[in-house]
C-alpha cells in the first residue's frame, strides 16, 4: 500500500475525491458517439477556466512539458527566431526545445526570484525584428514568481510575434485571462491548480496561431503532437478520425476537475488562493521565516521560503513527510538548498492545509 500524502509542493496537488472517482467511470470507446459529446462538453468547460473563445482549445494526453512542445514544434520552423524570456527553470526548457526544432532561440535571462522585465524584453525584440514569437512563464513554479502576462502580450503583438504562455501553474491559482490579454497560444496542466492527476496539458491557440500552423513548408517535427492531426480528432465533429487513443478515465477526472472549478467560480477560486496565501504568510512570518520574493510578484499558490541559516533543509522536508505525511518542495538550480516551496494549489489550497503546514514546520525546526 502506498501512503495517503497531504500535497503541499509544487505539484501534484491533492486530487479531489470527487475527481479519483470519476476515474472509475467506465470506460468507453474514444470514437464513441457519446464520448464525442463529452469531449465537446470538455472543450467548453476548458475555454471557462481560460477565458477564451478559441475553437482550439483541447487537451493534450500528456504533462505540461507535452504541452510546451505542442506548442513549439507547432509554431517554429527550422530558421526561425523565437525570444524566450527566463527567470527559472521552465524557460531553459523551450530553448531546448526551440533548438530541437530547428529554430533559433534568442534567450533573455533574469535573475531567479525576479519577474521577466518587459523593457529588457522590448530591447532584444528591437534588435531582432525577424522573431516569430515571443514566449515566457506565466507562473514561474522553480522561484514562486508572476509575471506581467498582458504586458508582456502586448509588447508581442507590437513587435509582430505571437505570444507563446506557460500558465501550467497558473490555470486556476491566478488572474489568466487568454482573450482579454492577447494570448496567442497557451499552455497549462492539470495536477497544479486544478487538482486534476497529472498527465494532461489543456491547450488553446487562437486564429492567428493557427494560421502560423495552416502556412508551414515543412510538417512539425513531432508528429504526435502537429496540431493539424489533433484537431482532426478534437474538432472534427462527426468525421472525427482516430489519431491516438484518448487517455478517456483522464479525461473523466479533467472534465470532473473543472466542473468543480466552475461551480466555485474562477474569480472566487482566483480569491481563495490569494486568502490562504496571506493566510500562510502570517504565520511563516510570525515564526521568523522569509519570503525569497518581492510581496508585488509573489504566487499566491506557490510559497517560496528562505531556509534559515544553519537548518538542514532536507531534514526539514523528511520530519514534514514522516510525521506528517506532508510533502513540500525543495529548491531547484542556483536555490537548491536555499529555500522550500510551499504549494497552496487547488484542493490543497485550504485554512486546514496552511494549518498543517505551520503545526509541521514549527515542530520540525524545533526538532532541529
Ligand atoms: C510543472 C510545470 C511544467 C511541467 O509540467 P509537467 O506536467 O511536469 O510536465 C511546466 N511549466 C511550469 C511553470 C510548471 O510549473
Redesign the pocket.
Known amino acids: 500500500m502506498l501512503p495517503k500524502r497531504t500535497l503541499m509542493g509544487?505539484?501534484p496537488s491533492d486530487v479531489y475525491p470527487q475527481v479519483l472517482a470519476a476515474m472509475a467511470r467506465p470506460t468507453i470507446g474514444h470514437l464513441d458517439p457519446a464520448f464525442i459529446g463529452f469531449m465537446d462538453g470538455l472543450n467548453e468547460l476548458l475555454r471557462y477556466a481560460l477565458k477564451t473563445s478559441n475553437s482550439v482549445t483541447l487537451p493534450i494526453s500528456?504533462?505540461?512539458?507535452?504541452?510546451?512542445e505542442c506548442c513549439l514544434v507547432n509554431l517554429l520552423e527550422p530558421g526561425e527566431e523565437i525570444v524566450i524570456a527566463s527567470n527559472?527553470?521552465?524557460a531553459g526548457?523551450m530553448v531546448e526545445i526551440a533548438r530541437r526544432c530547428g529554430a533559433v532561440p534568442v534567450c533573455v535571462e533574469f535573475e531567479w526570484g525576479t519577474p521577466v522585465d518587459p523593457d529588457k524584453v522590448e530591447e532584444v525584440l528591437k534588435a531582432h525584428p525577424d522573431a516569430v514569437a515571443l514566449a515566457f512563464?506565466?507562473?514561474?513554479?522553480?522561484t514562486g514568481v508572476r509575471s506581467d502576462a498582458a504586458a508582456l502580450c502586448q509588447l508581442a503583438q507590437n513587435y509582430n510575434c505571437l505570444s507563446i504562455v506557460?500558465?501550467?501553474?497558473s490555470l486556476g491559482g491566478i488572474e489568466l485571462r487568454v482573450d482579454d490579454w492577447g494570448i496567442d497560444v497557451i499552455y497549462s496542466?492539470?495536477?497544479?491548480c486544478l487538482s486534476a492527476p497529472?498527465?494532461l496539458?489543456p491547450v488553446s491557440f487562437n486564429e492567428a496561431a493557427m494560421a502560423k500552423v495552416a502556412k508551414r513548408k515543412t510538417p512539425p517535427q513531432s508528429w504526435f503532437l502537429d496540431m493539424n492531426l489533433l484537431t482532426g480528432y478534437w474538432g472534427g465533429g462527426a468525421k472525427r478520425a482516430y489519431h491516438h487513443t484518448a487517455p478517456i478515465n483522464s479525461l473523466y477526472a479533467l472534465d470532473e476537475a473543472l466542473r468543480i472549478l466552475k461551480d466555485e467560480g474562477i474569480e472566487n477560486s482566483w480569491q481563495r488562493h490569494a486568502s490562504n496565501h496571506r493566510k500562510l504568510r502570517t504565520g511563516i512570518e510570525d515564526m521568523g521565516l522569509e519570503f525569497c520574493v518581492e510581496p508585488d510578484y509573489r504566487l499566491p499558490q506557490?510559497n517560496a521560503i528562505k531556509v534559515p541559516e544553519g537548518t538542514d533543509e532536507a531534514a526539514v522536508r523528511s520530519f514534514l513527510l514522516n510525521e506528517y505525511n506532508l510533502e513540500i518542495g525543495a529548491g531547484l538550480g542556483p536555490l537548491a538548498g536555499k529555500i522550500w516551496r510551499i504549494g497552496l494549489m487547488g484542493a490543497s489550497s485550504t485554512e486546514k492545509h496552511v494549518d498543517l503546514c505551520l503545526e509541521a514546520l514549527q515542530a520540525a525546526l524545533s526538532d532541529q
Open positions: 509544487p505539484g500528456a504533462p505540461g512539458s507535452a504541452g510546451m527559472g527553470v521552465f526548457r512563464v506565466h507562473s514561474e513554479t522553480s506557460d500558465a501550467v501553474t496542466g492539470t495536477q497544479k497529472p498527465g496539458s506557490l
